[in-house]
C-alpha cells in the first residue's frame, strides 16, 4: 500500500458524459501528479500540482481539468468524454520535487 | 525533450535464470532514472533509482541497474528471477526530479 487513495476504482460511462476522479496523497505529501495508462500510449504524464498550484502540464487535453485543495487532495474532471479516453488514471505524489514519487492504484475509466 | 526507450515489450525467461531489462534514453541536458514495477491490477511501484553517485544502483527484490552515460542507458539486472517477478516493468526520466517520463514497459514473464 503506497498511501496514495484514489476513487472510482472502476468507472463506466457514456459518451459525451463527465466524470471526475479523486485522489488522496500520502499524508505530508504536497506534490500530485496525474498520469494516464492506455494501451496505444502507454504511460503519459498530464499533471502536476504542488501544494494548491499547478506547476507542470503534460499532454492533457483541454477537456480534462484538475484541481488541487486547501486539505491538498486532488480531482481530476474529464469532460465531453470519448471512448479514446478509456484509459487508467493514476494518481500519484510525493512530499516535494526532488523525493520518491509514489502511485496510487489508479481509476480505471471505461467510455461506452 | 526527454525520451526512453525500452526495446523490447516482452522477456520470457525461466526461472532462476538471469536476465536484463534494456532501457535507453535521450535528453540533452543531465536527467535522473528510475525504474517502476507494475504487478497486475496495481499502481506502480519504485524498484530503484540514479540520482548520482555510483553508478550502480541496487534496489528492492534484489533488482540492480547500472547507468552508463555514454551509451545513455539504464539496464534493469536480476541474477536469479522467480515467479513472483512476473509483471510490467517501467524506465522512466526525468530532469528536474518532477514529472516523470515513461517508456513503453518491458512486460517480464518467468516460467517455472
Known amino acids: 500500500d503506497s498511501g496514495v487513495t484514489q476513487t472510482p476504482k472502476h468507472l ?20 500530485v501528479y496525474w498520469y494516464q495508462q492506455s494501451l496505444d500510449q502507454g504511460l503519459q504524464f498530464l499533471i ?17 481539468s484538475a484541481q488541487q485543495f486547501p486539505d491538498l487532495h486532488s ?13 487508467l ?3 500519484a505524489s510525493s512530499e516535494t ?4 514519487i509514489y502511485f496510487g492504484e489508479g481509476s480505471w475509466l471505461t467510455v461506452v | 525533450a526527454q525520451s526512453v526507450t525500452q526495446l523490447d515489450s516482452q522477456v520470457p525467461v525461466f526461472e532462476e535464470a538471469p536476465v536484463e531489462l534494456r532501457c535507453n534514453y535521450s535528453s540533452s541536458v543531465s536527467v535522473y532514472l528510475f525504474w517502476y514495477v507494475q504487478y497486475p491490477n496495481q499502481g ?22 547500472e547507468f552508463n552515460k555514454s551509451q545513455t542507458s539504464f539496464h534493469l539486472r536480476k541474477p536469479s528471477v522467480h515467479i513472483s517477478d512476473t509483471a510490467e516493468y517501467f524506465c522512466a526520466v526525468s530532469e528536474k526530479l518532477d514529472k516523470l517520463i515513461f517508456g513503453t514497459g518491458t512486460r517480464l514473464q518467468v516460467f517455472p
Open chain 1, 97 to 100: 520535487a526532488g523525493n520518491t
Open chain 1, 12 to 31: 463506466i460511462t457514456a459518451t459525451g458524459q463527465r466524470v471526475t476522479l479523486r485522489c488522496s496523497p500520502r499524508s505530508g505529501d504536497l506534490s
Open chain 1, 75 to 87: 480531482e481530476l474532471n474529464l469532460s465531453s468524454l470519448e471512448l479514446g479516453d478509456s484509459a
Open chain 2, 44 to 65: 506502480l511501484q519504485l524498484l530503484l533509482k540514479y540520482l548520482s553517485g555510483s553508478t550502480l544502483v541496487k534496489g528492492i527484490n534484489g533488482f540492480e541497474a
Open chain 1, 89 to 91: 488514471y493514476f494518481c
Open chain 1, 48 to 64: 502536476q500540482y504542488y501544494n494548491g498550484e499547478e506547476r507542470a502540464k503534460g499532454n492533457i487535453l483541454e477537456r480534462f
